[in-house]
């Protein structure tokens, strides 16, 4: 049977920031994420795994190949990054903190909002940027039918309509709290941030 240590971070409500808040998104929240970050990238996960350090304590290491910078482009560039992720499975120890802040399936893609990495590094993977990071916020641009509480679909409800239908809220992805219809409108919600290059499609 595996061992399971849990480790639990307390959430406040727009002061720290997660992909899956318990609170609702606000305005400060949106801030906090957005002055946290050193990074926004586009990319593909391309390889991932778990290390230990010490006896008890494990991370995993992410690699995403970038494909656009948003933010950061002096300190980063195109190629591979890792980004470190506290948690993770090694052998019969499984670490578990907060809540799981993105999806790093080999092959998934996304925009990733990132800071310079505190965590211990392994050097598992050769990377083209020297610079590990941490996840700030992540965002999946899977276009989907959109229902009341967000983020449920009826593919996640076995392919059936609940027998009381959720109010519909319409067809795109969740992102800081709001549904966008495109990834175009989300690169305008990004625009009125300061330091953010917009890239070109």
């Not at 586009?42 to 304590?57: A, C, H, M, N, P």
């Not at 991370?59 to 993770?88: F, P, V």
């Not at 009341?148 to 679909?153: K, L, N, R």
């Not at 495109?182 to 070109?200: A, D, G, R, V």
């Amino acid at each position: 049977m595996k061992k399971v240590m849990s480790i639990v971070f307390a959430v406040f409500y727009c002061l720290n920031t997660f992909s899956q808040l318990k609170e609702p998104w606000c305005e400060k929240t949106i801030k906090n994420v957005f002055d946290q970050t050193e990074f926004i990238f586009e990319g593909t996960v391309i390889k991932s795994q778990s290390y230990l350090v010490g006896t008890r304590d494990v991370y995993t290491s992410n690699i995403i190949s970038i494909s656009k910078i948003l933010r950061g482009g002096a300190q980063i560039k195109q190629g591979t990054i890792d980004i470190i992720e506290h948690g993770g499975g090694v052998s019969d120890l499984y670490v578990k903190v907060g809540e799981g802040r993105a999806n790093y399936s080999i092959g998934s893609k996304g925009m990733l909002f990132c800071a310079t990495s505190k965590y211990p590094s392994s050097n598992i993977f050769s990377v083209d940027n020297p610079i590990r990071v941490q996840l700030i916020e992540s965002v999946g641009f899977y276009m989907e039918n959109l229902y009341e509480p967000h983020g449920y679909t009826f593919k996640e409800l076995n392919e059936k309509p609940p027998k009381d239908p959720r109010k519909k809220i319409g067809f795109g992805f969740f992102a800081f709290g709001k549904v966008f219809t495109s990834k175009e409108e989300f690169y305008q919600f990004l625009s009125k941030y300061p330091n953010i290059t917009i890239p070109k499609e």
